[in-house]
């Protein structure tokens, strides 16, 4: 049993540290250190067993696996004349037989290796006589690569290699490593921009809805506010705080500037159906058709015409005025027509002078020529064309609307002229009505403005409108008289004429 220093418990001999307290545990005896050599002593290979502890170690040990004492022999400087020898090999016998393939210390008496099973029984041979060398490597030192061979001097054996020696290791050279050519990288393709689609229209109406719910909400806000400093300002009376009076005055500001911006909203203008348009171009160039082919009646007939032809023409004229207004009230032009071909005048024809009479020819049996007469004078002259004067361009002021087609005259003989929609139901007959040019669905108030003459100079005053009189795009304020110039622009809600003098 082994006692330990630190604590005084009984360990078994084979115990390396204390069960108790973790202590090492020291020998029963130690090993006598050996003498230091002398100057002059061979040198001498390192001991099998450890010097401190007395335990067994492996050649090539840098360490005692038991105790962790350094077993490196320091080697003495060897004097000049003196070759160094190698280690006396320790006794195989005595010591244990080392495993010539993993070189484990084996136990005096193995006949294989503990650690990987070889057979011992090249080991446990003697190993043959090794010549005096001048130089030697001591055992457990790292081998060096061998040198380049050489051709040994004749008539000195070569010496065979002990049976127990260690496969050199092989060197094997670092290989420089492959430096590859940067690799120019790859073109970056950038790919096609993608057409960003336009973003859809703001629908005019809901933004006009929008912002008309707004200005209300903001007018019944500013309201609410009012009435609550009014009740505030009449419960102080003299003593009302300036907080509340200036308040007050911001609210009313408030709400008339809503109001004003509600009044002056205009709403967007009806969207326009491809397909009605399609149909008023249609009607215009039917009508036109139709008109062309009355005036040629017209023409041709001269003071004879028929009542009917007359007739036709002017609700002919009627309905293409009609369309093109519907067509001007939906904000688009009318498609360009062809102006008709006026027909070439008639040359006046001169009746051939009355022959005398033949007698009539003797006709042959088999002859079926019919003989042809020329019509009487009264009905070449009944069916001759009257040429008509070219019309004159009329001369005054009036009103000239965008398609360059339509005018109203301002009559002359009166000072005071009203423009809107007749209402026969109301009783309101203006002297110009614009409800045959769009000013039904153009926003046009049946008394909307009054047209007013001065010696010689006009001017327009607007009658309280709901779409309002604008002049140059100027809004005219109900009551107060705009002159008008020539070539002024003059809109009455939103059908828009030109005043020329």
């Given at each position: 049993m082994i006692t330990c220093s630190t604590c005084g418990a009984l360990n078994d001999p084979v115990n390396r540290f204390c069960d108790q307290c973790g202590s090492r545990l020291e020998p029963g005896g130690v090993a006598p250190q050996a003498p230091p050599p002398a100057l002059n002593a061979q040198p001498t290979a390192a001991a099998p067993v450890c010097p401190s502890c007395g335990a067994m170690v492996l050649p090539g040990q840098a360490f005692c696996e038991e105790c962790g004492t350094a077993l490196a022999v320091a080697v003495q400087p060897a004097s000049g004349d003196v070759p160094t020898m190698f280690a006396a090999a320790p006794d195989i016998a005595a010591v244990g037989p080392v495993c010539?393939?993993?070189?484990?210390?084996?136990?005096?008496?193995?006949?294989?290796?503990?650690?990987?099973?070889?057979?011992?029984?090249?080991?446990?041979?003697?190993?043959?006589?090794?010549?005096?060398?001048?130089?030697?490597?001591?055992?457990?030192?790292?081998?060096?690569?061998?040198?380049?061979?050489?051709?040994?001097?004749?008539?000195?054996p070569a010496m065979p290699?002990?049976?127990?020696e260690q496969p050199l290791p092989t060197m094997i050279e670092a290989v420089a490593p492959v430096i590859?050519?940067?690799?120019?990288?790859?073109?970056?393709?950038?790919?096609?921009?993608?057409?960003?689609?336009?973003?859809?229209?703001?629908?005019a109406q809901a933004e006009y809805e929008a912002r008309r719910q707004t200005l209300t909400g903001e007018i019944a806000r500013?309201?609410?506010?009012?009435?609550?400093?009014?009740?505030?300002?009449?419960?102080?009376?003299?003593?009302?705080?300036?907080?509340?009076?200036?308040?007050?005055?911001?609210?009313?500001?408030?709400?008339?500037?809503?109001?004003?911006?509600?009044a002056a909203l205009q709403p967007?203008?009806?969207?326009v159906d491809p397909a009605v348009?399609?149909?008023?171009?249609?009607?215009?160039?039917?009508?036109?058709?139709?008109?062309?082919?009355?005036?040629?009646?017209?023409?041709?007939?001269?003071a004879a015409t028929p009542h009917a032809v007359a007739q036709g023409l002017a609700e002919a004229r009627d309905a293409l005025a009609k369309?093109?207004?519907?067509?001007?009230?939906?904000?688009?032009?009318?498609?360009?027509?062809?102006?008709?071909?006026?027909?070439?005048?008639?040359?006046?024809?001169?009746?051939?002078?009355?022959?005398?009479?033949?007698?009539?020819?003797?006709?042959?049996?088999?002859?079926?020529?019919?003989?042809?007469?020329?019509?009487?004078?009264?009905?070449?002259?009944?069916?001759?064309?009257?040429?008509?004067?070219?019309?004159?361009?009329?001369?005054?002021?009036?009103?000239?609307?965008?398609?360059?087609?339509?005018?109203?005259?301002?009559p002359m003989d009166k000072t005071e002229i009203t423009v809107g929609r007749e209402d026969p139901i109301s009783g309101i007959h203006?002297?110009?009505?614009l409800t045959p040019f769009g000013g039904e669905s153009g926003g046009v108030s049946r008394q909307h403005a009054r047209l007013i003459q001065s010696g010689g100079h006009w001017a327009v005053v607007d009658l309280g409108s709901t779409n309002y009189t604008r002049v140059d795009g100027v809004r005219v304020e109900p009551g107060a008289p705009q002159p008008l110039k020539d070539g002024a622009r003059v809109q009455f809600g939103r059908l828009a004429v030109t005043f020329k003098l």
């Amino acid at each position: 049993m082994i006692t330990c220093s630190t604590c005084g418990a009984l360990n078994d001999p084979v115990n390396r540290f204390c069960d108790q307290c973790g202590s090492r545990l020291e020998p029963g005896g130690v090993a006598p250190q050996a003498p230091p050599p002398a100057l002059n002593a061979q040198p001498t290979a390192a001991a099998p067993v450890c010097p401190s502890c007395g335990a067994m170690v492996l050649p090539g040990q840098a360490f005692c696996e038991e105790c962790g004492t350094a077993l490196a022999v320091a080697v003495q400087p060897a004097s000049g004349d003196v070759p160094t020898m190698f280690a006396a090999a320790p006794d195989i016998a005595a010591v244990g037989p080392v495993c010539p393939a993993c070189g484990h210390q084996n136990l005096p008496g193995d006949r294989f290796c503990d650690s990987c099973g070889a057979s011992l029984a090249a080991a446990a041979m003697p190993a043959p006589p090794i010549s005096d060398v001048p130089t030697a490597a001591a055992p457990g030192e790292p081998a060096m690569p061998p040198p380049e061979p050489f051709a040994a001097p004749p008539g000195e054996p070569a010496m065979p290699p002990p049976a127990f020696e260690q496969p050199l290791p092989t060197m094997i050279e670092a290989v420089a490593p492959v430096i590859e050519p940067p690799v120019a990288p790859p073109p970056v393709v950038e790919p096609p921009v993608a057409p960003v689609a336009a973003p859809p229209a703001v629908d005019a109406q809901a933004e006009y809805e929008a912002r008309r719910q707004t200005l209300t909400g903001e007018i019944a806000r500013q309201q609410q506010i009012i009435a609550q400093f009014e009740q505030m300002q009449a419960m102080f009376g003299a003593a009302t705080p300036h907080a509340v009076a200036q308040g007050l005055a911001e609210a009313r500001d408030a709400l008339a500037k809503a109001e004003a911006e509600l009044a002056a909203l205009q709403p967007p203008p009806p969207p326009v159906d491809p397909a009605v348009v399609a149909r008023l171009n249609d009607e215009i160039a039917r009508q036109q058709q139709i008109i062309a082919q009355f005036e040629q009646m017209q023409a041709m007939f001269g003071a004879a015409t028929p009542h009917a032809v007359a007739q036709g023409l002017a609700e002919a004229r009627d309905a293409l005025a009609k369309a093109e207004a519907e067509l001007a009230a939906l904000g688009v032009a009318a498609a360009p027509v062809a102006p008709p071909v006026a027909p070439a005048p008639a040359a006046p024809v001169v009746a051939p002078p009355v022959a005398p009479p033949v007698p009539p020819a003797s006709v042959e049996p088999d002859d079926t020529a019919a003989t042809v007469t020329s019509p009487p004078p009264d009905l070449l002259a009944a069916s001759a064309p009257t040429i008509l004067a070219p019309p004159v361009a009329p001369t005054g002021p009036r009103l000239v609307f965008d398609d360059g087609k339509h005018e109203i005259v301002l009559p002359m003989d009166k000072t005071e002229i009203t423009v809107g929609r007749e209402d026969p139901i109301s009783g309101i007959h203006p002297e110009i009505d614009l409800t045959p040019f769009g000013g039904e669905s153009g926003g046009v108030s049946r008394q909307h403005a009054r047209l007013i003459q001065s010696g010689g100079h006009w001017a327009v005053v607007d009658l309280g409108s709901t779409n309002y009189t604008r002049v140059d795009g100027v809004r005219v304020e109900p009551g107060a008289p705009q002159p008008l110039k020539d070539g002024a622009r003059v809109q009455f809600g939103r059908l828009a004429v030109t005043f020329k003098l």
